[in-house]
């Protein structure tokens, strides 16, 4: 009888600790968008600028945005460090930090990843988390620059 009590205090167990899991599973909500905007640089030291970013674009889930970043960029490694970003949208904003990588594409364009995690929201997206990866190019001459973002909010109010 002994045996037949601790095989039913961690088949309790198992259901307790599953239902917030799958509650978590369901509450995943991924989302895809593009956009396209400007950025301008300050030098930080003689390898290190700061770029600041403001683009807008669409994205499933969140509708049309503005995004607003800025990340330090190390023109020898073409490291991308202490991103952080915010998409403003018509129901709140999502927040986040982002780090990754650059790689020349051209004399004046590059390509970069970074990605990093949704740290929270306001409005709709208030409690926000997940993470979001950004796919972009810059042309270094124009100032401008383009990003594919793909993401999966874990909670907020969507």
């Known amino acids: 009888m002994h045996h037949l009590a601790k095989v039913a205090l961690i088949g309790a167990a198992a259901v307790a600790l599953a239902a917030p899991l799958s509650a978590l599973g369901a509450a995943e909500k991924p989302f895809r ?84 995690p949704i740290l929270g929201g306001t409005g709709r997206y208030e409690g926000a988390s997940g993470s979001v990866h950004f796919d972009g190019a810059a042309d270094l001459a124009a100032g401008t620059l383009s990003d594919e973002l793909t993401g999966v909010l874990l909670s907020g109010d969507d």
């Open 33 to 116: 968008g593009a956009d396209s905007g400007t950025f301008t640089i300050e030098p930080i030291s003689p390898t290190v600028v700061l770029s600041k970013d403001v683009a807008v674009g669409h994205a499933t889930r969140l509708g049309a945005y503005t995004l607003i970043a800025q990340e330090r960029i190390d023109l020898v490694t073409l490291q991308i460090s202490s991103g952080g970003w915010t998409l403003v949208t018509k129901h709140g904003t999502l927040f986040g930090t982002y780090a990754g990588r650059a790689e020349f594409t051209g004399p004046s364009t590059i390509a970069y990843r970074v990605s990093g």
